[in-house]
């Protein structure tokens, strides 16, 4: 099994305005079942989505509009697929992705202008696939470099320890919850 998710960091912007702008409300789902928000250190707000197009669809465009520096990844362990973005402005200034169906071996696409820290980034995670015996290595260690990029800038990786977060919901599902929890007091 692996990770299969979405998440989405914006700078200076609190998990409050991040559920205000996705129209979301506090829920009672369990972690990593449903969308979830929480702080991160260094003044981020992180969105987790379960759903790998989903929080790169309306989520993500909500978000950057916001008009902070945004950061956005989503992983698809089972295919090996990686990508990470980022925003200024509202606006994609970069993306990188690393795609074993679809990319030749020891390559990931780059689009825009990634931060200064790639370079450093991509010669480690190549220097360590070569170490693990290249394209035999049984490893796609390139995977990481997008995830690797993302958590640089602001901290998060979905496969270290995650920040306390909330669960969320749309707006009216966690208050009310369905008809007869209403009907019959439950909450």
């Known amino acids: ?3 299969s998710l979405a998440w989405i960091a914006v700078k200076g912007v609190t998990p409050e305005a991040v559920m205000e702008a996705l129209g979301l409300e506090p829920g009672d789902g369990g972690r990593r079942k449903q969308a979830q928000v929480g702080a991160l250190p260094g003044g981020w707000t992180l969105y987790v989505d379960p759903d790998f197009e989903r929080g790169f669809g ?3 465009d909500r978000l950057a509009a916001l008009g902070a ?10 295919v090996v697929y990686a990508e990470a973005r980022g925003y200024e402005a509202g606006r ?5 992705v690393r795609d074993s169906e679809q990319e030749p071996y020891m390559h990931v696409a780059v689009t825009g202008e990634p931060p200064p820290q790639f370079e450093a980034i991509r010669a480690k995670a190549f220097a360590e696939q070569e170490a693990e015996g290249g394209e035999e290595a049984g490893v796609d260690l390139i995977y990481e470099i997008p995830l690797e990029l993302a958590r640089s800038l602001c901290g998060f990786k979905a496969d270290e320890e995650w920040p306390d977060l909330t669960p969320v919901g749309a707006a009216g599902a966690a208050k009310g919850g369905g008809f007869f929890a209403r009907l019959f007091g439950k909450r």
């Open 58 to 60: 309306q989520p993500l």
């Open 69 to 78: 520096a945004t950061v956005a990844a989503r992983q698809e362990d089972h």
């Open 1 to 3: 099994m692996g990770l």
């Open 92 to 96: 994609e200034v970069w993306r990188v």
